[in-house]
């Protein structure tokens, strides 16, 4: 049986595809600190759709349910007070909240998202779950949410829709002039009927011609209007806040797949679903191209996999880019939506995948600004430096709390969490990635300390001249003020007489320990080295009258 066959008689019973896209969020001011960019959202707009979700952790036993329960207990202690927050203080029987440092935004108008596909003619129309926006306090990241789904599915549409959906704009362009590996159209639709945006893969010059103004990709035009009033950083429209790409142009997923009997999937289809490769061509034999050495070790969760028993279970799956959820469509805890594996799918799973992105977004911000900071700097210009200098310890200030807030090696005891996390965020390179952040920050912080260092050495021999100098009029005034001599009723000339008796050889005598100073501190060295035999401290003496021979002299 051929792969097209075979994905041919393959259903998927019920389909989710939840996208995450972390993007970059532009400083407000060139050059500026750090800002909360959520705060803009805040205003009242009529052009802004986004509304800050309610937390549903918020104290009010009505709201608060057995699912939540069920997520909040899966993380550690730490993990639990940066997504939900922890209680600040009490007055009474009133509680008071110490905010979570995320914030999300929501916005309701899109019902569903209605894909083309090359290969046919017939559309699918996909029912969104949530649009949402995660901001995160002190770090300049948002991620863009879309979970979709669908019931009753070729396998191969499933295949085609987690390939060709999450795409931000076209890598190349098939023969027809439409996008390559993209749909053949996406559109956002209300909850009337009415299409709001429409995909623009197929605008070849629209792409070629930004990327030649700006050096940078342009974003497809239904993401774009997705996300206003956040605005591509070099496009010319107006918004409230400017973004621009961070990672690789395919937005990372999860994937949650209801089928008849997953056990009749073969090694290539779990391949295929993981790793994101589409559906393969027709007629192409199993697992062509790709590499499936040691494929259960590297990406695979199997402890309740079990695919020899009536029930078989669920399967993980994680390449870091995609984590996938497979079971039986027929096992009800697999498919309830509320406290069975699909709730949790869409709440502690996702999280699980979410933070460990999170990481690797903000690691990337963090170094596109150190290199920022490196590109501006102008040696020769001191207001250069100054900013150079202020922008490098506002990173390690970010990058510090970055560490203590948000930074985590492990987030929960459960053993399947705690392995999904750790495989996902080993194919994400987030610790190797961290390792060489931090050592690039203290290696620019310890030039910043050494240069301070140095900048303080020049200032002290600068004080060191000026007392020098300033030995004259000590001296002179010194001399004329003791009661030796009582000039203070003499004539004038005197007295001038007297001042420059006194001021001419002081001067004469500090220019020559200005002049001499090198080899009058090595005498005096010489002189409090008591190793030294008195024929030596002599010759240091003399060495200092003798006359320096010429540079380039031997």
Known sequence: MDQATNDANQRVRHFRQILMWPLQLMPLTTGGPFQNHSQLLDRPDPDNPWRELVDEFCGDPGQFHERHYSEFVTFLPYVQRFLYGEVGSREGSKVHYDESPIRIFRRHDVAKVRMRYKDSDQPIDFDIVHLDLYFFYDIEVVILVVEIFGNDLELRRVHDTLYRFGRAYPPSWDDDGSGSHCLQSAEWIAHDGQVLAVSDYEKRRKYLSFVSRFRAPCIASHWEFLLRPLVLHHSDADGLVRYRQIEYHRMPLLAYLAMDDPRALSRDDFARLVLVTGPGKLGAPPAAGLQLDDFEARYCYDRYWHPHAEQPGT????????????????????????????????????????????????????????????????????????????????????????????????????????????????????????????????????????????????????????????????????????????????????????????????????????????????????????????????????????????????
């Open 315 to 554: 399967r993980l799956l994680s390449c870091g880019h995609a984590v996938v959820m497979l079971g039986s469509a027929r096992d009800p805890y697999f498919t309830e939506l509320e406290n069975g594996l699909l709730g949790q799918f869409r709440h502690q799973f996702f999280l699980l995948a979410l933070i460990p992105h999170f990481h690797k977004a903000a690691l990337l911000m963090l170094s596109d600004r150190l290199v920022t900071a490196l590109n501006h700097l102008r040696i020769g210009d001191a207001e250069s430096v100054k900013d150079f200098k202020r922008a490098i310890r506002q990173i390690l200030e970010v990058f510090l709390r970055f560490t203590h807030r948000y930074w985590f090696y492990e987030i929960s005891d459960q053993a399947q969490a705690r392995a999904l996390f750790a495989m996902t965020r080993a194919h994400l390179g987030t610790e190797r990635l961290y390792t060489e952040l931090r050592e690039e920050i203290q290696d620019m912080s310890q030039y910043l300390d050494s240069d301070s260092l140095r900048r303080q050495s020049n200032t002290v021999v600068r004080l060191t001249v000026v007392t020098t100098a300033g030995l004259i009029a000590t001296i002179t005034t010194g001399v004329l003020g003791m009661n030796l001599l009582d000039a203070a009723q003499a004539p004038f000339g005197d007295r001038l007489a007297l001042f420059l008796l006194v001021a001419v050889p002081s001067a004469l005598l500090t220019g020559f320990a200005i002049a001499k100073s090198k080899p009058l501190a090595d005498f005096l060295e010489a002189l409090s080295d008591e190793r030294l035999a008195p024929r030596a401290k002599l010759a240091a003496l003399t060495a200092v009258w003798r006359r320096p021979r010429p540079p380039g002299k031997d």
